[in-house]
């Protein structure tokens, strides 16, 4: 059984560039979220989302950053005209809908140059 | 607001040491906790899960605890070894509303020398 997969493992966007991060949760899980890893500093929730709805939406920038989890294919989220600040690691995690334990993905570490 | 402190930051024990990593949380009002460690430039493997209702949960050399009443668990990790040499992460779900954000702390860097 296949973990939560990510893809790109790194990204490497110039300033004002278009990100956009997948995410392929675990197989039988249905529910997906989305974290960001800031340098020297802890994780912090962005999003949650279901098969077509977005569940939590609280950690999200308010400007420049959207997340869809479609009925078929991965998740994705995406960072319209990024900035310096949004370099950090992206880590996606999955869980299913009886138990809220949450799997984590290996990350996309996004550069913005 | 929800917030959740790990003590120590970091920590460097010789092989073979019983220890404890500790974790405390400022709202008692929780729907589970969750252990994480993470490789340097890895993604997040699960540890162990407790549940609210539960007190602790084992797994191997592993053994973690929560009290909910005083804002605590702690993870106990018996003959540590060089392998488990990580950061270790607590993280809450807070249920209600926050159902399925996990709130993290900041973390103990574990070294573990032979």
């Known amino acids: 059984n296949a973990g939560v997969m990510q893809n790109p493992r790194h990204l490497v966007r110039r300033r004002g560039q278009e990100a956009r991060l997948r995410c392929s949760p675990m197989k039988g899980h249905s529910h997906v979220y989305w974290y960001r890893q800031l340098p020297e500093e802890g994780l912090k929730f962005m999003v949650y989302?279901?098969?077509?709805?977005?569940?939590?939406e609280s950690g999200m920038p308010k400007e420049r950053f959207s997340a869809e989890f479609p009925k078929e294919g991965p998740s994705i989220l995406r960072i319209q005209q990024v900035v310096r600040g949004d370099s950090a690691a992206y880590f996606c995690?999955?869980?299913?809908?009886?138990?809220?334990?949450?799997?984590f993905g290996p990350g996309t570490r996004l550069t913005v140059t | 607001k929800q917030e959740v402190t790990q003590i120590p930051a970091a920590l460097s024990v010789p092989e073979g040491e019983n220890l404890v990593l500790n974790c405390s949380f400022t709202?008692?009002?929780?729907?589970?906790l969750q252990w994480f460690r993470q490789d340097p430039g890895k993604g997040l493997t699960s540890l162990l899960l407790i549940q609210s209702s539960q007190r602790e949960q084992t797994s191997g050399r592993l053994n973690a605890s929560l009290d909910k009443s005083s804002g605590r668990s702690t993870l106990y990790i018996a003959a540590s070894q060089p392998g488990d040499s990580a950061t270790y992460l607590c993280?809450?779900?807070?249920?209600?509303?926050?159902?399925?954000?996990?709130?993290f702390g900041q973390g103990t860097i574990l070294t573990v020398h032979p």
């Open positions: 989302l279901q098969k077509e709805n977005i569940i939590d």
């Open positions: 995690a999955s869980s299913n809908r009886w138990r809220n334990e949450q799997y």
């Open positions: 993280a809450l779900n807070a249920g209600g509303t926050s159902y399925g954000k996990l709130t």
């Open positions: 709202d008692s009002a929780i729907y589970n």
